[in-house]
């Protein structure tokens, strides 16, 4: 990953992003949805916190060899937490790996 | 997304800090699941220890079971956990109705449970007429709840999480056994059940919350007991993490 560029690698995690919330919503729910970077989970995508759970685990998962994820989230406050984008996991994401 | 096979039903399990030698357990209450202490509560206690988090039967992610939602059933399912991981001992943290599965667990299994944290746990029967309470527990119930969760937390839910709410709480209401459960339990919380609970026990409570007193006859029955008040109602996890994380750190030395 690191020989690609900034944009290129945000794009690599936005769509690993989409895929792990069409599974974690499941496709009929997913494919009803626009999901964008600019997606916020809890409003645009009307997920729940049991359903951000099951994501984050996803992410960690993936991505969890290079940054602590938990702590990460553990910094937000409830609002921080309630108006989360796809984007902040992508550019958390591509900063820990460049 | 682990999903494990425990006493016969599938479980979703979390952990946090795999690596440390002593294990946490937190029980979330009813209606709700693992998310409750996910984000913000379980990170902070995961700075020292093992930190398990799993989602009661019905709840979250975890399989849809139709009964044994009494305290005996969810109590043993915790000590199924317990052995599944091969753990000898460990603390509990329960919030509200998974205060009760900690106390119980703590009476029953004592030799399975060091420490104990109970946040906003209701007494079982406090009004003695445990029938009537269920009777009330139908869809206005529900939109009582949804509205006073909304306000206190100002988390204000959407469509979809609506419907999976109503439909969580139909099933447990009137297509499983969880009212008479309930019943079946009202004499839980006793003076002489309270006094026999020997671990070192820590109860928060919020300073505006309808549990309030039920804190404070549980600070009176339980020997071994700290009490403490904060800012907050039914839903301080919620509204004031950074107490309870406080309170939990100070009591478990994190």
């Not at chain 2, 989602?55 to 044994?68: A, C, N, T, V, Y």
């Not at chain 2, 420490?115 to 007494?123: F, L, M, Q, V, Y």
């Not at chain 2, 026999?196 to 009176?220: A, F, H, R, T, W």
Request: charged letters at 25%; glycine letters at 4%.
């Amino acid at each position: 990953m690191d020989s690609l560029n900034i944009q290129q690698q945000e794009e690599q995690v936005f769509e690993k992003l989409k895929q792990f919330i069409t599974e974690v919503l499941g496709e009929d729910i997913a494919d009803e949805l626009d999901i964008t970077p600019e997606s916020i989970f809890t409003k645009d995508l009307e997920m729940d916190s049991i359903e951000i759970v099951a994501l984050a685990e996803k992410v960690k998962q993936e991505y969890g060899d290079r940054m602590d994820f938990n702590e990460w989230l553990s910094g937000m406050d409830m609002e921080q937490l309630i108006n989360l984008s796809i984007g902040d996991i992508v550019n958390l994401i591509v900063n820990a790996h460049s | 997304m682990p999903i494990v096979e425990i006493n016969n039903k599938k479980v979703h399990i979390l952990e946090l800090n795999k690596e440390a030698s002593e294990t946490i357990v937190m029980i979330h209450g009813m209606f709700t699941n693992s998310s409750l202490f996910y984000f913000n509560i379980a990170p902070e206690l995961a700075k020292k220890y093992h930190v398990l988090l799993y989602d009661l039967r019905s709840h979250g992610l975890s399989e849809k079971i139709d009964q044994g939602f009494d305290l005996k059933s969810l109590s043993s399912d915790l000590i199924h956990l317990l052995n599944f991981y091969n753990l000898s001992q460990v603390d509990l943290v329960g919030y509200s109705f998974g205060g009760l599965i900690t106390l119980y667990s703590a009476i029953h299994y004592p030799e399975r449970i060091k420490k104990i944290a109970i946040i906003e746990s209701p007494i079982t029967d406090k009004d003695g007429d445990t029938e009537k309470v269920i009777e009330k527990y139908g869809n206005e119930f529900l939109e009582h709840y949804m509205q006073n969760y909304s306000v206190s937390t100002k988390i204000v839910p959407n469509k979809r999480q609506l419907e999976k709410n109503k439909k969580l709480f139909d099933y447990l209401m009137h297509e499983s056994s969880m009212p008479d459960d309930l019943i079946k339990d009202r004499y839980f919380s006793s003076k002489e059940n309270m006094n026999s609970v020997n671990q070192e026990s820590l109860l928060l409570y919020g300073m505006q919350s309808d549990c309030l007193p039920d804190g404070k006859i549980l600070k009176n029955y339980i020997p071994n007991v700290t009490f403490f008040e904060g800012e907050g109602d039914h839903n301080i996890p919620i509204q004031n993490p950074e107490w309870i994380k406080k309170k939990l750190a100070d009591f478990f030395n994190v």
